[in-house]
C-alpha cells in the first residue's frame, strides 16, 4: 500500500510546479487583503489531488491496479490515506503562511481567527472527499465532478429554499452555544464523515468491473 501512496503523490509532483504559482498567487493576494490564504491552500490541495483519478482513469491503472495482492482494499485505502495526510501537510503550511501574513500585517497574531478559518476550511475538505471520492469509484474522474456539481447546487437551491420559509435563528442559537465544543467536535465529524465514506467507497470498487 505504501507503493500506492507513492504514486499518487508522485502524480502530484507532476503538477508541483502549478501549485506553486498558485500559492504564490494567493500569498500575494492574502498580504492585500483580498484572500484568506488559510481558506484557500487546502482546497488547493484537495482539488490537485483529485487529478490523480484522472491519472488513473487515463492510463487504465485500476486494470492492473485490482490485480495486486488485496489490490482493491489497498487502492482505495491508499487513496484515503494519501489524501488525509496531503490535508494535514497543506494545513500546516497554510497554519504557517497565515501567522506569517497576520504578524507582518498588524504586528500581532489573531490565533483564534487563524485556527477558526483553517478548521472551517478543513471540514470543507473532508466533506468534499467524503462526497466525491465513492462517485468517483463508482462512475470515474470526469463523471464524478459533474454529478458532484450538481449535488452540490441542488443541496445549495434546497437549502436556499428552505431557509425562505423556516426561521433559522434558533439552530445559529445552537450552534453558537457549541463554539467552545468545536475543537473537540470537528475533528470527531472528520473521522465519521472519512469512515463512512471509506465505507462506501470499499464497497463499490469491490464490485465493480475493470
Do not use: C, H
Amino acid at each position: 500500500m505504501l507503493g500506492l501512496i507513492k504514486k499518487d503523490f508522485l502524480l502530484i509532483k507532476a503538477n508541483l510546479k502549478s501549485m506553486i504559482i498558485i500559492f504564490v498567487i494567493y500569498i500575494m493576494l492574502a498580504f492585500q487583503g483580498t484572500l484568506d490564504v488559510t481558506f484557500i491552500i487546502p482546497l488547493i490541495g484537495i482539488i490537485l489531488f483529485l487529478s490523480t483519478f484522472s491519472y488513473d482513469d487515463f492510463n487504465n491503472w485500476n486494470s492492473y491496479a485490482v490485480t495486486l495482492p488485496n489490490g482493491r482494499k489497498n487502492v482505495v485505502r491508499a487513496k484515503y490515506i494519501a489524501s488525509i495526510i496531503l490535508m494535514i501537510i497543506l494545513a500546516v503550511v497554510a497554519f504557517s503562511i497565515g501567522i506569517g501574513i497576520s504578524y507582518i500585517k498588524t504586528n500581532s497574531i489573531n490565533l483564534d481567527e487563524i485556527i477558526s478559518s483553517l478548521m472551517g476550511t478543513m471540514l470543507s475538505s473532508v466533506i468534499i472527499i467524503s462526497l466525491l471520492y465513492p462517485i468517483v469509484f463508482k462512475f470515474g474522474a470526469t463523471n464524478g465532478r459533474i454529478i458532484l456539481f450538481a449535488v452540490v447546487f441542488g443541496i445549495a437551491g434546497i437549502g436556499t429554499l428552505i431557509a425562505q420559509f423556516i426561521d433559522m435563528t434558533p439552530i445559529i442559537n445552537i450552534i453558537n452555544k457549541l463554539d467552545n465544543y468545536l475543537l473537540i467536535a470537528i475533528p470527531i465529524i472528520y473521522i465519521i464523515l472519512l469512515g463512512i465514506s471509506y465505507l462506501i467507497s470499499s464497497k463499490i470498487y469491490q464490485n465493480k468491473e475493470f
